[in-house]
């Protein structure tokens, strides 16, 4: 054998060696790749679950919340409806505590025009519309509206127009003639 043929079958048999050797490591590297994929696969699944778990705790929490939200509403409407005034002192002593707020005054005034008639609830209008303080625009707007629509109902056209001239003078003017043109086109139809 020549030099060269000696020497092939040697390049011969390290290239061999070689690709058994690098058929070796491929097998570990794909066995390594398909353990790690299968690994990969089960930590997805895992934090998928875990995922889910949360998902399911937050909502949990949130159908909690509303029951009690609910529940709480209910009790605040049961509170609101004892609280309400039912009488002259109740009235009174809830329009002291709450001077500026048109929503007790007109509710005064409605329990004064079924229990005293229209000349009392007049006088808590006057009143009211003399204590709400200058600054609680809605509010004065509010009682002022409530005048305009208690003398379309129960006052005359005079009166009417009194009550109007001095809303105007210390309210939104055209809000005010939006109220008078409802309230005298309601009495219209009438």
């Known amino acids: 054998m020549c030099i060269r043929d000696r020497y092939m079958g040697t390049m011969h048999e390290d290239s061999e060696k070689d690709a058994s050797d690098n058929s070796a490591e491929d097998a570990d590297i794909i066995g390594d790749s398909e353990g790690d994929e299968m690994q990969d696969i089960e930590e997805d699944k895992q934090e998928e ?51 500026s707020n048109s929503l007790i005054w007109l509710q005064y005034v409605a329990f004064m025009l079924d229990n005293a008639g229209t000349e009392s609830a007049r006088r808590v209008l006057e009143r009211a519309v003399k204590t709400v303080l200058p600054t609680e625009v809605q509010d004065k707007l509010n009682l002022w509206i409530g005048y305009l629509n208690l003398e379309s109902t129960y006052g005359d056209t005079k009166s009417l127009q009194n009550v109007a001239a001095r809303a105007i003078e210390i309210n939104d003017k055209k809000k005010i003639y939006n109220a008078c043109i409802l309230y005298t086109s309601d009495a219209a139809d009438e």
Request: aromatic content about 2%; proline content about 4%; glycine content about 2%.
């Open 49 to 99: 679950i875990q995922h889910e778990e949360v998902k399911e705790q937050k909502a949990t929490k949130l159908k909690d919340k509303i029951r009690e939200e609910k529940r709480l509403r209910q009790m605040e409407k049961a509170n609101l409806a004892e609280s309400q005034p039912q009488s002259l002192e109740d009235f009174e002593k809830a329009v002291v505590g709450e001077p």
